[in-house]
């Protein structure tokens, strides 16, 4: 059986689980379960705090577990990225009050506080700068203005919470982040493994894509294929009209409507846009 945790709370629980659920797992979970077993694909999934995922994945027995490549990081645990997921995108950053620092050696000598003192002490050793780090469990933007440090280090989405907290950023981002899956270091590959990875992969793909059926002069096909050319190579299907040819391919969803207005443009007609809910390649 595989055993796969999965984020329980914060930003990452909700879409780990909407992902899984396409991919055919926790059809009929709770939201309040903390061990589901599913038995339809012999996985058993264990809800756990998001930071504490890549210990339980690197020392324990749980075969895969998804996480933050920050929280990875930080833990030091033996653990390792396999498949980014392409949500909950973030970034690692150094703040302090505005007009303190121009860069990241400004710092130095100052007091920084953060959650993740294991990624920013390992930065700092890395670009020889010497600060002392303060460790705090949660959010950090207000420890300038209670006087526990003079700077911050912060996973930050859009920067609006340091902003409304008197603070700038400062620098390059340390790490940029996103949800992962992760596997213990030197673990034996396993079909299972497998299964679910590409699972995965296949619902990221059918995000990303959809598929376009269209009409088109069967005189313009090459110029139309050019404009679709699908994973592998468009489907070409005769009419009865022998003038004309139907053709389908899968396009980039954030191309999808520039495509439609250039199909249109040479002629095709009947243009029909669906969602793809899974898929393999």
């Known amino acids: 059986m595989l055993?796969?945790?999965?984020?329980?709370?914060?930003?990452?629980?909700?879409?780990?689980?909407?992902?899984l659920t396409e991919a055919g797992y926790l059809r009929s979970a709770s939201t309040r379960e903390l061990v589901v077993h599913d038995p339809e694909n012999d996985v058993e999934f264990f809800f756990l705090r998001p930071r504490d995922i890549a210990i339980y994945v690197g020392e324990g027995t749980l075969d895969l577990g998804i996480t933050g490549r920050d929280m990875l990081l930080d833990s030091a645990a033996q653990a390792d990225e396999i498949l980014p997921l392409g949500f909950a995108p973030s970034s690692f950053r150094l703040a302090a009050p505005i007009g303190?620092?121009?860069?990241?050696?400004?710092?130095?000598?100052?007091?920084?506080?953060?959650?993740?003192?294991?990624?920013?002490e390992a930065y700092l050793a890395r670009e020889g700068i010497e600060a002392r780090v303060i460790e705090l469990d949660?959010?950090?933007e207000n420890a300038v203005a209670l006087g526990v440090a003079d700077a911050v280090a912060d996973v930050v989405a859009t920067g609006t919470t340091l902003r409304k907290a008197g603070l700038e950023l400062v620098g390059e981002p340390i790490l940029t982040s996103e949800a992962?899956?992760?596997r213990r270091s030197g673990a034996p590959q396993i079909p299972a493994v497998e299964t679910f990875v590409r699972r995965l992969h296949g619902v990221m793909v059918a995000r990303s894509y959809v598929l376009v059926d269209y009409d088109i002069l069967t005189e313009k096909i090459e110029q139309a294929c050019a404009m679709t050319p699908g994973i592998e190579?468009?489907?070409?299907?005769?009419?009865?009209?022998?003038?004309?040819?139907?053709?389908?391919?899968?396009?980039?969803?954030?191309?999808?409507?520039?495509?439609?207005?250039?199909?249109?443009?040479?002629?095709a007609r009947g243009i029909l846009v669906t969602d793809i809910h899974a898929c393999r390649l």
């Open 180 to 182: 992962l899956v992760i």
């Open 233 to 267: 190579s468009p489907t070409v299907s005769s009419l009865h009209d022998p003038l004309w040819s139907a053709v389908r391919a899968m396009v980039p969803s954030a191309d999808v409507h520039g495509v439609m207005d250039e199909l249109y443009d040479l002629g």
């Open 100 to 120: 303190m620092a121009k860069q990241p050696a400004d710092l130095a000598g100052l007091t920084i506080a953060t959650s993740y003192a294991g990624v920013l």
């Open 3 to 19: 055993r796969v945790a999965v984020p329980n709370k914060g930003q990452l629980a909700e879409p780990a689980r909407s992902m």
């Open 138 to 140: 949660g959010a950090v």
